[in-house]
């Protein structure tokens, strides 16, 4: 997985603690990719949405959906698609539709 960057997570002129939680952040980043991944491998070809890793995971939608966006640019997933191309959506727990993930062909 692409290493996450601190520098980018803190200004210059932060104190100390800031910087530091910057750091921190990249380890739990790490973790909460693998756990997202983790449930998209588990629901095969069915797929799974922030909800559902939300549920599995312990995790809050958002910070899943965070980690949805890396790896969707890290290349490790993909959106489910229909035959012709067309997303597939979900209702999720917040009653809304949702994007549907499976891994990335390799």
């Known amino acids: ?11 210059s002129d932060d104190p100390d603690t800031s910087v530091a939680a910057a750091h921190a952040a990249g380890d739990l980043a790490r973790s909460h ?25 312990g ?9 949805l966006a890396d790896l969707h640019t890290e290349g490790k997933i993909a959106l489910r698609l229909t035959f012709n191309g ?7 727990s ?8 499976v891994l990335a062909d390799e």
């Not at 809050?60 to 959906?65: D, G, I, T, Y």
């Open 86 to 92: 067309v997303e597939i959506r979900r209702k999720g």
């Open 59 to 67: 995790l809050h939608r958002h910070q899943a959906n965070k980690r």
């Open 1 to 11: 997985m692409t290493d996450f960057n601190p520098h980018t997570h803190h200004r």
């Open 33 to 57: 990719k693998a756990l997202c991944l983790e449930v998209i491998r588990s629901a095969g070809s069915y797929g799974a949405g922030q909800s559902d890793i939300a549920e599995v995971t």
């Open 94 to 101: 917040a009653n809304r539709q949702e994007r549907i993930w």
